[in-house]
């Protein structure tokens, strides 16, 4: 039987990613399990564009949306008396999920399915699928 006893959720604030919050939440409970969320800034975003305080402006809002929706994660689980580690990081989205899963020992990840636009959707479908792909330990790929 697979027992899963620490589950990483990853997020973007996203319909999707709400509903990979409440997956992680109620998998949390049932096995009675560590819940840590990670929402990555993705810093490719910005890649073309020369690097000055617009760029540092644009990390810094996309950092406050992570922390918002850390927070929104850490409300949900505590309501249904789960503590939850929150993580914010910088990066490739699909690298730095695989590397905090490896430094906490996770052995489930869960992710949304896709992102809040069109062109979140496709960048967040790649990194569910990079995840997917990458990954060496058990993953859910939620759909909204």
Known sequence: MLVFTNILVAIDGSKSGDRAIERAVDEAKVWNAKLHAVYVVETGLFSSLPIDNTVEIMYSV???????ALEKVRKTAAEKGIAASTHLKRG??????????RKENVDLIISGSHGKSTTDSILLGSVSTYITTHSTVTTMVVRS
Not at 62 to 68: H, N, R, S
Not at 92 to 101: D, F, K, R, V
């Open 62 to 68: 996309l950092e406050k949306e992570g922390k918002a």
């Open 92 to 101: 490739h989205a699909g690298t730095e999920i695989i590397a905090l899963a």
